[in-house]
């Protein structure tokens, strides 16, 4: 039987997935501080539960997860980013504080990105357990970013490229 004929918890991680893995992980601790910051500056009560549940129910649990298959694996993580204090929005001067179109645009960004790393990570993955764990990462941002794009239509905030709109004109 060769190396990597056995279960996939017990074959070693490639180089490729471990920086994949790493670079991720890195990420997701960036965007948790990032997005607390945001909150502040968030005055759309639906954006604001967008971003707590983007912090609580995708981010925490994909560091979590990412985390685990690291330590697991005996590779060090990488460092976190401090907690990011809660200010009140009033007190953001309106000419320094994004508006809340800016930040679902930086939000559809962030999710179009996690899309492409986690496709990027599945396909350079040789251990089905991690392809398959970033298939369901894919799949939560999928499922956050059409919600995403629904709130962005809904609130007018987004911004569509040239439309090609066919005339009937003959």
Known sequence: ????????????????????VWSYLLTAK??????QTLLNHTGDE???????DSI????KPEIQ????????NGIALPPSPPERPKACWENIPAGA??????IAAMLSKDIAAGLVACSTIMGQCIREDIALMYGQFHMKKAQYGAT???MNKEK?????????????DC
């Open 1 to 20: 039987m060769g190396i990597l004929s056995g279960n996939p918890k017990e074959e070693p991680m490639h180089y490729g997935e471990i920086f994949g």
């Open 30 to 35: 960036g965007l948790v501080a990032g997005y």
């Open 46 to 52: 639906d954006l604001k539960r967008f971003i707590e």
């Open 56 to 59: 609580e129910n995708v981010l």
């Open 65 to 72: 997860e990412t985390e685990n298959l690291l330590k697991e």
């Open 97 to 102: 504080r994004f508006t809340d179109p800016e």
């Open 148 to 150: 995403l794009l629904r």
């Open 156 to 168: 007018g905030w987004i911004v569509p490229p040239p439309l090609n709109v066919k005339s009937s």
